[in-house]
């Protein structure tokens, strides 16, 4: 049976089902701390502020000693579970699947990415842990503020599971545990619409409207506000008895992705009939359309003629995703990216998006549920390629694009297969009819039979032919078919199906049209990895002013080798990317990616330096032909990376994995505060990640030491401590043994923030003591006041407020207009008691915040003038300003959000008696 432990409910242990005599509520607290981190190190600081808080013992740390070896001594009969001695501290070893508290959350974690019945399964066996409420009997302040991140953790649990059985038609069963549910927790908004709406489908629309009053009122009463605007919306829609989403959560956007449909469509009658069939399919699963045919037979435009044809049938809206799989460049959207995208166009803000990909598809299908939706996955590499996008529930329709016959959907996902061949001689002279006039084709009807036959029904290989015969409209269409004729490899291989190297002879004659500058740009664009490009980059990829590559893009885009998706960007089919690859030389190619890293990496860092002011390094001067973009107002630079992160995220991959991870790096670099600010903290994670794995597999140290002192950073802006004290450790020796001064300088101060964070204020204070020593010995006046600005922080925390107060002025002098530094004094203010003082400098400091656009800081200061008011017993105003951090924290999942939330929590009755 081996050792299982209980924290949610009264704090023990049981070693082979006899329970551990653990009498002394102190010894129950320590092994909760310890248990609460299961298997990672505690220090004896931690331990001690955790336990005792600011009422130690005469002799704290003896006493800890004490319970500890009371603590080994009751788990002595125990073969799995043993109280470790580590470094500074001690931790508790065991299998995590044997504490209740990770058990449970276990259990949640894997509901999320489960099927629906599994998934109430799973929430049912986690909440099934829980015998009253956590850490039950200890009043540990560290384990009470815990108590309550895990109190609303089971208050979600229960809602999820609530969420699950709603769907399932369970309303009348669900009432009595809503009933329950809501008493608890009057104010909880998603809690109330759950019971309305299980109220409502159980036939009682007058309680449900009278729960709804009651919980108006509470938010009125007790904290000021009205209902959400999705609370309000189910209260109109029972009102009106409209009342239909079984689900609860927040309505989703009403996305419209679908591409433009191609003006002079023809044919293809029976493949729309075939299509418009499957709309008097029956909705007891979801329907899906098999679309294949062979590369350029137009299975795209197919699609999307249709799905313009029918979007009205589907009102909650049509998603569009290019998975480019079939991607001559191996760049295949991954089915985990395309996800994201469609989560980012159902309206779910970036920092609400589960880091794992299966929770990611769970919370996706969720959306989708009850909705009707039409879905197209165009160009999937296979079968297995679109799996994780179809819809969980009925309702919606999907159009699935593809060279594969996706067979393995037919078998398995009940596909309907929709073949699409090449078209008829008929057929194609009416597509060419279309682009060149009905009067040029009856001119001449050999001509128009030969370069008919010569793309032996090929839609693609049509609409080449076609532009090029449009653009020349003086030239006999009989000189374009000798011309086509002349070409050494010819167009007979598409009547065989082998397509792709006939297609290229086309290609290949449209190529050899263009004028050497075009010809050229044509061959170095095709080497861009992202999904499309703007004008600046195609000019750094070809080394010439971005008039000049103005110039060659109107041309490949009026000889449809590229297209302009939206003003100013432009982007390749694929089968022309492939083209353009096989084209070039790989030298050519090699030094246009540098050149394209080379824009990205600059604009990007200049971009920055609008905000990033304490990044005073700057980077090595651009190499030459390289165009970089300069902002002169942060509107225009966050606008600018915005539009482009979709585009540079692909690029340092790709750099990457071209042997290229030091310019790879550099451009991370470069992005990383812009993925931090913009609440894109996982992929700032994952993406440093891959940046790590290329300097331990390049065995650059100090490549190495510079992404792990920015990984360390990433991972405690997302809560990962422990990650984030691995790579920090890491890069403090890397940079130890490399002797680099100020990159020393900055990993002491990660590790400072990271101490500080954990509550060892005094090892924080070593390190950033040590921080300042260095950037002193670099003459860093810059690095300095960050070092001041840290150790006013640690004294501060350490209560001795002269010395705090005077870092603080150090590091203010300057930079008297940093947000930052204006928070920390205004923060030392506040806590030596001078409230107005505190106010007037955590006020300017929300300001600084707001109008340079830094979310993080905007946050961090709110919070802290929320403490301010609070203290000066202003607690409306108190209220107001820790409403802004949170909004902004949940914003970005960042776990300060419990902490604020409690606030506001604890401040629920205050207000009113306060005004």
């Known amino acids: 049976m081996g050792t299982r432990f209980t924290l949610l409910g009264e704090v023990g242990a049981l070693v082979d089902g006899h329970v551990v005599e653990i009498r002394h509520r102190q010894q129950r607290c320590l092994l909760a701390l310890l248990l609460v981190d299961v298997g990672r190190v505690v220090s004896v600081d931690a331990l001690v502020d955790r336990m005792w ?55 949640v974690a894997e509901a999320g990415a489960s099927a629906e019945d599994k998934a109430a399964a799973l929430l049912t066996e986690a909440l099934g842990l829980w015998s009253g409420e956590a850490f039950a009997g200890l009043d540990s302040p560290w384990l009470v503020v815990t108590r309550d991140v895990l109190a609303r953790e089971r208050l979600r649990a229960r809602l999820d599971l609530v969420d699950l059985r709603l769907r399932a038609g369970l309303h009348r069963e669900s009432t009595a545990v809503l009933a329950e549910l809501t008493a608890e927790h009057p104010l909880d908004e998603r809690a109330a619409a759950q019971f309305m709406l299980a109220l409502y489908r159980s036939g009682q629309q007058r309680e449900a409207l009278r729960h709804y009053d009651q919980v108006r009122r509470g938010l009125a009463d007790e904290l000021g506000v009205d209902p959400s605007p999705q609370l309000r919306d189910l209260h109109q829609q029972i009102l009106t008895a409209t009342a239909a989403p079984a689900s609860t959560q927040a309505p989703v956007l009403v996305p419209r992705q679908l591409p433009a449909d191609l003006p002079g469509f023809t044919g293809r009658d029976d493949q729309l009939a075939e299509l418009d069939a499957l709309l008097a399919e029956r909705r007891d699963a979801v329907v899906v359309a098999a679309l294949s045919g062979t590369a350029g037979v137009g299975k795209t435009t197919v699609a999307v003629r249709w799905a313009h044809r029918v979007a009205d049938r589907f009102p909650d809206g049509q998603l569009y995703v290019n998975l480019r799989g079939f991607d001559p460049g191996g760049t295949v959207l991954d089915a985990a990216d395309a996800v994201r995208g469609f989560l980012d166009a159902l309206g779910v803000p970036s920092g609400n998006v589960p880091r794992d990909h299966e929770a990611q598809v769970a919370l996706y299908r969720t959306l989708l549920a009850d909705r009707r939706v039409l879905l197209v996955l165009d160009n999937a590499r296979d079968s297995a390629h679109v799996r994780p996008l179809l819809p969980g529930a009925p309702g919606c329709l999907v159009v699935v694009t593809s060279r594969d016959d996706l067979g393995g959907l037919v078998a398995t996902n009940n596909a309907r297969p929709c073949v699409l061949p090449v078209l008829s001689a008929e057929q194609a002279n009416r597509l060419l009819a279309a682009r060149l006039g009905v009067r040029r084709i009856h001119a001449e009807p050999e001509a128009t039979a030969e370069l008919v036959a010569r793309c032996a029904g090929l839609p693609l290989a049509l609409a080449v032919v076609g532009a090029r015969a449009a653009t020349r409209p003086g030239l006999p269409l009989a000189s374009l078919a000798a011309e086509l004729d002349a070409d050494d490899l010819g167009l007979d291989g598409f009547a065989s199906g082998d397509a792709d190297t006939d297609v290229r002879s086309v290609f290949s004659w449209s190529y050899r049209a263009l004028g050497d500058e075009a010809a050229r740009a044509f061959r170095l664009l095709a080497v861009h990895p992202g999904p499309d490009f703007a004008t600046p980059a195609a000019a750094s990829l070809l080394g010439v002013p971005q008039a000049a590559a103005r110039r060659v893009l109107v041309e490949l885009t009026r000889a449809h080798l590229l297209a302009e998706v939206s003003p100013g960007r432009f982007a390749f089919h694929d089968l022309l990317r492939a083209y353009g690859v096989d084209l070039a030389d790989p030298d050519e190619h090699s030094a246009a990616l540098l050149r394209l890293l080379g824009h990205y990496h600059h604009s990007t860092n200049n971009a920055r330096t609008l905000f990033a002011i ?9 190499g030459p032909d390289v165009v970089v973009i300069d902002f002169a107002e942060l509107e225009p630079a966050l606008a600018w990376f915005d539009e482009e992160v979709a585009t540079i995220l692909p690029t340092i991959r790709y750099a990457t994995a071209a042997g290229l991870p030091h310019e790879a790096w550099l451009v991370t670099k470069a992005a990383a505060a812009f993925l931090d600010r ?71 101060l990660g590790l400072a923030r990271l101490c500080g964070s954990l509550g060892a204020d005094r090892e924080a204070l070593h390190h950033v003591q040590c921080s300042l020593e260095h950037f002193e010995a670099e003459g860093d006046e810059s690095g300095q006041a960050l070092a001041h600005n840290g150790i006013a922080l640690c004294r501060s925390q350490l209560g001795d407020y002269p010395e705090a107060l005077r870092h603080a002025e150090l590091a203010l002098a300057h930079a008297p207009d940093d947000s930052g530094y204006l928070d920390t004094i205004g923060h030392v203010h506040l806590r030596r008691g001078d409230h107005d003082s505190a106010i007037t400098y955590l006020r300017k400091a929300v300001e600084l915040a707001v109008r340079e656009h830094d979310n993080n800081s905007e946050a961090e200061s709110y919070t802290h003038l929320g403490d301010a008011y609070a203290a000066a017993g202003d607690h409306a105003a108190a209220r107001d300003a820790w409403q802004h951090a949170l909004t902004i924290l949940d914003q970005f999942q960042a776990p300060e959000a419990a902490s604020v939330r409690a606030r506001l929590r604890d401040l629920v009755g205050v207000v009113d008696r306060a005004v």
């Open 53 to 107: 808080a600011d009422e130690p013992p005469r002799r704290p740390r003896e006493a800890l000693y004490s319970y500890v070896s009371r603590l080994r001594a009751a788990l002595a009969g125990s073969d799995d579970a043993v109280v470790e001695s580590r470094a500074g501290g001690y931790a508790l070893v065991t299998d995590p699947e044997a504490v209740d508290l990770h058990r449970f959350r276990a259990l």
């Open 614 to 622: 304490r990044q005073n390094v700057g980077p090595e001067p651009p």
């Open 678 to 748: 913009r609440g894109m903290l996982w992929d700032n994670a994952d993406l440093l990640l891959t940046g790590l794995e290329a300097a331990e597999r390049a065995g650059d140290r100090r490549e190495e030491a510079a992404v792990r002192q920015n990984l360390g950073r990433a991972c405690f802006r997302v809560g990962a401590y422990d990650e984030a004290r691995v790579h920090l450790d890491r890069a403090l020796v890397l940079n130890t043994e490399l002797g680099d001064t100020k990159a020393l300088a900055l990993t002491r």
